[in-house]
C-alpha cells in the first residue's frame, strides 16, 4: 500500500510545484518558446475538463473526479492489487485527479502551461500527463497481464 501512496504523493507535488511555477513565472510574460513553434511553455486558466473540453462544468467535474478518486482508493485498499504495474497506473491516475481537484476546488479552473504546438494540441499540465500515461499503463496491464496472473492463480489453485 505505501508504494501506491507515495507515487500518488510525488505526482501531486510534482503537478503543484509545476502549476506555482507556471503562475509564478508565465503569468507575466504569457508563453516561453522551449523549441519554437512545436513546444512552448503558455499560461492557460482551464475552467473545463481534459484539455479544454466542456468549459464552466466545475460541478460535474468536481463530482466526477471525486467518484473516480474514492473509487480508485476503495478499489487500492479492498483489492490490494499485488502487481507493480496495476499499482503505477492506478497511483499515477489518482495523483493526477487528485492535483486537477486542488486547482478545481481552489482556484474554480486548473491550471495548464505545457503547449505542444507541433500538432496543434490542446495546452495541458503535468495532471492531465499522469492520468493519460497511468489509463495507457493500465490498459496495458488489462490486456497483457491481468488474465494471465487470473489463469496463473486458477490453475494454483485447482492443482
Avoid at 2 to 28: E, H
Wanted: charged share 15%.
Amino acid at each position: 500500500m505505501l508504494f501506491w501512496i507515495l507515487i500518488c504523493a510525488v505526482v501531486v507535488i510534482l503537478d503543484q510545484i509545476t502549476k506555482w511555477l507556471a503562475v509564478k513565472y508565465l503569468i507575466p510574460i504569457g508563453t516561453l518558446p522551449i523549441i519554437k513553434d512545436a513546444l512552448h511553455l503558455t499560461y492557460v486558466e482551464n475552467p473545463g475538463a481534459a484539455f479544454g473540453m466542456m468549459k464552466n462544468s466545475r460541478w460535474i467535474f468536481l463530482v466526477i473526479s471525486f467518484v473516480a478518486i474514492i473509487g480508485i482508493i476503495i478499489y487500492l485498499i479492498k483489492f490490494a492489487p499485488k502487481n507493480r504495474l496495476c499499482q503505477l497506473s492506478l497511483a499515477f491516475i489518482l495523483g493526477g485527479g487528485i492535483g486537477n481537484m486542488i486547482d478545481r476546488l481552489a482556484l474554480g479552473y486548473v491550471v495548464d502551461f505545457i503547449d505542444f504546438r507541433l500538432i496543434n494540441f490542446a495546452v495541458f499540465n503535468v495532471a492531465d500527463s499522469f492520468v493519460c500515461v497511468g489509463a495507457a499503463l493500465l490498459i496495458v496491464y488489462v490486456l497483457f497481464i491481468d488474465g494471465k496472473e487470473n489463469k496463473k492463480s486458477e490453475v494454483e489453485k485447482n492443482g
